[in-house]
């Protein structure tokens, strides 16, 4: 089991935690949890991880900090990050895609994410973003 991929999970809510915790390890990936970007901050870089999902609206440090912090720092940056998230995307166009992705990156040059999931997250689709992103 020492080659499983490991996914941090980085929410404030527990139940949302223990929902894509036990989601992911059912799947076989091996689960680690932050209740809020600072604390996330700290396992990554204790522990990198192959995967980052990630809220957006947390307490101590948000996630847009945590995301804009990973993605500026040369040795996190290539650590995929899909944002899964209660908060609606107010950026959205008359299609709805993209536009979160273009806010989170335009403040400083920072890429977009690797995915961007809206809660209640369709499971199947976050599993093979998942999948695709971490191998």
Same mark, same amino acid.
């Given at each position: 089991? =020492?080659?499983?991929?490991?996914? !941090? ?6 139940? #949302? +935690?223990?929902?894509? $915790?036990?989601? !992911?390890?059912? %799947? ?5 949890? =932050? @209740?809020?970007?600072?604390?996330? /901050?700290? @396992? ?6 192959? /995967?980052?999902? /990630? ?7 948000? $996630? #847009? ?10 040795? +996190? =940056?290539?650590? &995929?990050? #899909?944002?899964?998230?209660? #908060?609606?995307?107010?950026? =959205?166009? &008359?299609?709805?895609? $993209? ?8 403040? @400083?040059?920072?890429? &977009? ?6 809660? &209640?997250?369709? @499971? ?6 998942? %999948?695709?992103? %971490? $191998?």
């Amino acid at each position: 089991m =020492a080659d499983r991929k490991r996914i !941090l999970v980085v929410d404030d809510e527990p139940d #949302v +935690l223990t929902y894509l $915790g036990t989601l !992911l390890e059912d %799947a076989g990936y091996e689960v680690e949890t =932050a @209740r809020d970007g600072a604390e996330a /901050l700290e @396992r990554v870089r204790a522990r990198r991880p192959d /995967l980052v999902s /990630l809220d957006i609206t947390m307490p101590e440090k948000t $996630g #847009v900090r945590f995301y804009r912090e990973m993605k500026e720092d040369p040795d +996190l =940056a290539a650590v &995929p990050i #899909v944002i899964v998230t209660g #908060v609606t995307n107010p950026w =959205a166009g &008359p299609g709805g895609e $993209g536009s979160f992705e273009r806010f989170i990156s335009t403040r @400083r040059r920072v890429p &977009p994410p690797e995915g961007f999931f809206e809660k &209640p997250i369709d @499971r199947e689709k976050f599993l093979a973003r998942v %999948a695709e992103l %971490a $191998g």
